[in-house]
């Protein structure tokens, strides 16, 4: 029996070669979500707006929670509230859905020609279509409530890159756990939503007590809702030397991710 590829530059060229067929599949899992609503491709702005307005209340009212000082207004905490909200969307929606991936695209599974690995991309891609939208939105906001956008805001690839580096190997890994353990799913779920509030998206990372910020700093998400936050909100340039250690940390987990989903896809369809 022929075994899969597992090197990393067969990743890279399977992408790649799929990559038009990667962005059709992206494109209808994305829109196909708001068919037959009435509202259509407009629920992808009212949701992040809604949960936003949401979350600002609680932490803003409620637990008055602050940023910077007491002195800070609602929209610029709603500000830091979102663009950490929007990172973890993206982490979120990826890693929710990965576990049943290929459990949910079992018609594939028994196409042999059919480039399985290519799935992972399009749920990122497809995740990565919302995470633009509530950007967008973002971006707006703040400029009506500030008049203006730092320039920083053209480095946000480069803390998008490793992310999406992460959920892919990830994904892989899931997609595959997912098909031969069913209650994955469930698990997952539990964890990202405890990833979230361990995560800086309601908080920043000084608001850790010292003793935590060493232990705090080994969460995956920190570094990219924080260079997140800095590029978008305070107009910050990255630590690259951090940036550069972090990419290759996520590329390594990305390749891990791919290695495992290679091993284990031969038995996919005695499975399913």
Same mark, same amino acid.
């Given at each position: ?37 009435? @509202?259509?491709?407009? $629920? ?7 949960? !936003? ?13 602050? $940023?910077? /000082? %007491? ?44 480039? !399985? ?5 399009? /749920?990122?891609?497809? +995740? ?22 730092? $320039? ?8 998008? @890159?490793?992310? +999406? ?32 509030? @361990? ?7 000084? %608001? ?7 232990? %705090? ?10 260079? +997140?936050?800095?590029? @978008? ?7 690259? %030397? ?12 990305? $390749? ?17």
């Amino acid at each position: 029996m022929t075994k899969n590829p597992i090197s990393p530059f067969y990743a890279i060229q399977s992408l790649w070669q799929h990559r038009q067929l990667i962005l059709d599949m992206a494109g209808r899992d994305a829109l196909g979500k708001y068919k037959g609503s009435r @509202l259509g491709i407009i $629920w992808s702005l009212l949701t992040p707006v809604f949960m !936003l307005a949401i979350y600002t209340f609680v932490f803003s009212e409620i637990f008055r929670a602050r $940023w910077t /000082s %007491a002195s800070q207004s609602k929209a610029e905490f709603a500000i830091a509230l979102f663009s950490g909200m929007i990172m973890f969307n993206l982490f979120s929606e990826i890693i929710n859905r990965a576990p049943t991936l290929i459990v949910s695209n079992a018609n594939f599974v028994k196409k042999i020609v059919f480039p !399985l690995e290519i799935l992972a991309c399009v /749920s990122l891609f497809s +995740a990565m279509f919302h995470m633009l939208v509530s950007t967008a939105v973002l971006l707006l906001f703040q400029l009506i409530m500030n008049t203006y956008l730092p $320039w920083t805001v053209l480095l946000l690839p480069f803390a998008v @890159l490793p992310l +999406a580096l992460l959920c892919l190997g990830i994904s892989w890994f899931l997609s595959a756990l997912g098909v031969f353990i069913r209650d994955v799913g469930q698990t997952i779920g539990l964890l990202v939503t405890g990833l979230m509030f @361990l995560s800086p998206v309601f908080f920043p990372l000084s %608001a850790i007590p010292e003793k935590w910020q060493g232990l %705090a700093r080994l969460n995956p998400m920190v570094f990219p809702i924080e260079m +997140a936050r800095d590029v @978008l909100v305070w107009g910050k340039t990255p630590d690259w %030397a951090e940036w550069g250690i972090y990419l290759l940390m996520t590329m390594v987990v990305a $390749w891990a991710g791919f290695v495992s989903f290679q091993k284990t896809r031969r038995g996919f369809a005695d499975v399913i």
